[in-house]
């Protein structure tokens, strides 16, 4: 990444001294027009002045270019360099001819070299900062891992002279260490002592946090929210599953070809079809340039009329707007991406998207929110039951068992809790405190706290029996699907029941019904439970067989790997760390804007409005960005071929330098300013497209553009 920051600035250096080149010999070209009379204007464009700018232009930001067009040339794979090499130093050639022989009688045009090697390189350049976009930097994902570790020394965790502090690197098979509430686990073990509730999220992408016994496994990285555990190191500091989904994801970006741009594409053809007209057009004016026209026009010296028009098909025929073409459209779709709530990085991004056969999502976090929320609270007919088999009905109204839940709920880290506390607020609970003291939670099961001298205990339904509170058997416990419940008991009654799940998102079914309108291929990938998972896909409109469940991050790279076969192009939409290795390998990775930061880094595009229907604008732009560049391309040749054609059969006039620069430089405005208002023009179609898809209204961010 440092090596392509360099480039990026080495690139920028020669794109400033290429320009203030130019501007200098545009400056001395309208000094000239315009018969400034200062003395020391008209050194500005002596032939000796701009021979010595030309010369420097080639040998300093145009040399790289140059060099690789003529390398290309002799390995018969001619690209867009090489018409720019062959452009810049045939003009430069026929010019110092004529600067250091007059008798020929021949016009200089050193300016010529200057303004292709600018024009050229700010397309490069354009094209580097997008590329340096598209590639992800992962070393901020290592940052989730603690440096240090608390090593157990003696055998006995309850001893705090038995613990020390070293470095994570410096661990060992077999280490015993300790892991607080609220620390992240240092290295990947099994659990040898404690019981506590982890937050694995952040790997496998499921909301709720995993009970770990003894014998359970761990993972560096994962977070430890209320138990005290003794875990044995079983991988040596430094391998880690956090570092496994690194090398994933290097291995991925490093066998990634990058698409070839269209221009390169049709530009090896162009170059050999421009090299042979500019070579019949001096044969042709060679020989029968005598008879065509009159001595008074080519001075009785046909060779000379020959070159300077032969040099003028290269001259002219150099794919400024070819190479421009794509890098402003891009730049114009990423700006406007931008205003959508869109992040794009890379052009090739919008050429891939745009040809996607293939759509796979994973399903926490992208087809649902990712976390879990209370969707409703039951409550039980109570049945206190005494010694002496006295009934007394005591019903719960659902405010009150959210409110005493939430308060039991908000002393705890659990995200569980925390859905039950925003759910009480939602609902305009009073806040209630637990008595000093009461407050205890077990891992796994749940808490149990007095409030306003009511003994509330909030968990499993073993937990809330253990704790004096009867189950009633009247009443039945739905089929859970995608739901969890959770027990509340309040001193010997079972007092209601709370569902909560995690939500599935309200655009999710609309997106997955018009990409396969559109004809393309939806699936989904999910850690999850295969009933869960199902369950889901039903829901959003995915079949089961497009279901797949209980994946690992390397089991995900593998299936994108599999969809790819057969030039199939491969998006991957994602939101944790356990996708990053698959979105790295998918042709185009999309990420949601509300995940974890190692998915945005390594995708090509992000939906930074965490909105799922952003996909659909994305999709959208990439085609009509596509098509506007094939738009451009197409202006660009019909261009060319006017201004090829101009300059075969064009004889010298008495004011050649003036027309033939003027001519130039309106040529290349054409070709480059024509493009974005095209563009812009063509994205407003979007408009209407969009209504008709999304049955909405479309954003007025379009018209500020």
Known sequence: MDEKR???????????????????????????????????????HSTGFHLSLSLFTLLGPGRQLILDGVKSLFKGAPNMNTLVGLGALSSFAVSSLAALIPGLGWKAFFEEPIMLIAFVLLGRNLEQRAKIKATSDMTGLLSILPS?????????????????????????????????????????????????TIDESSFTGEPLPVTKLPGSQVAAGSINLNGTLTVEVRRPGGETAVGDIVRLVEEAQSREAPVQRLADKVSGHFTYGVM???????????????RVLPAAFHHGNPVSLALQLSCSVLVIACPCALGLATPTAVLVGTSLGATRGLLLRGGNVLEKFSMVKTIVFDKTGTLTIGRPVVTKVVTLGGVKITDIQQNLNLTWSEVEVLKLAAGVESNTIHPVGKAIVEAAQSAGCQNVKVKDGTFMEEPGFGAIAIIENKKVSVGTLDWVQRNGAYKNPCQEVEDLKNQSVVYVGVDNTIAGLIYLEDQIREDARNV?????????NVYMLSGDKKNTAEYVASIVGIPKEKVTARVKPDEKKKFITELQKDQNIVAMVGDGINDAAALASSHIGVAMGGGVGAAGEVSSIVLTGNRLSQLLDALELSRL?????????????????????????????????????????????????????????????????????????????????
Not at 513 to 520: N, W, Y
Not at 636 to 665: E, G, K, L, M, P
């Open 6 to 44: 360099d480039r990026l600035r080495e690139s920028g250096r020669e794109l400033a001294v290429s320009w203030a080149l130019c501007a200098v010999c545009l400056f001395g070209h309208l000094s000239h027009i315009f018969a400034f009379k200062a003395k020391w204007i008209h050194m500005f």
């Open 148 to 196: 240090k570790a608390r090593l157990l020394v003696h055998g006995d965790a309850r001893d705090p002279g038995s613990i020390v502090e070293v470095p994570c690197a410096s661990l060992s098979v077999g280490d015993q260490i300790v892991v607080l509430p609220g620390d992240r686990v240092p290295a990947d073990g099994i659990v040898r002592a404690g019981r506590s």
């Open 276 to 290: 042979a007209l500019s070579a019949a057009t001096f044969m042709f004016w060679n020989l029968f340039g005598t």
């Open 512 to 520: 997955v019904e018009s990409l396969s309108r559109q004809g393309i």
């Open 625 to 705: 960005t596509m098509k506007t560049v094939k738009q451009n391309l197409w202006w660009a040749f019909c261009v060319q071929h006017y201004w090829n054609s101009n300059s075969s059969w064009r004889v010298a006039s008495c004011n050649w330098d003036h027309a033939d620069a003027i001519n130039r430089w309106s040529s290349h405005g054409f070709k480059l300013y024509w493009r974005d208002d095209k563009f812009i023009a063509s994205e407003i179609e979007i408009l209407p497209k969009q209504k008709q898809a999304y049955g909405t209204s479309p954003s007025q961010d379009y018209f500020r553009v």
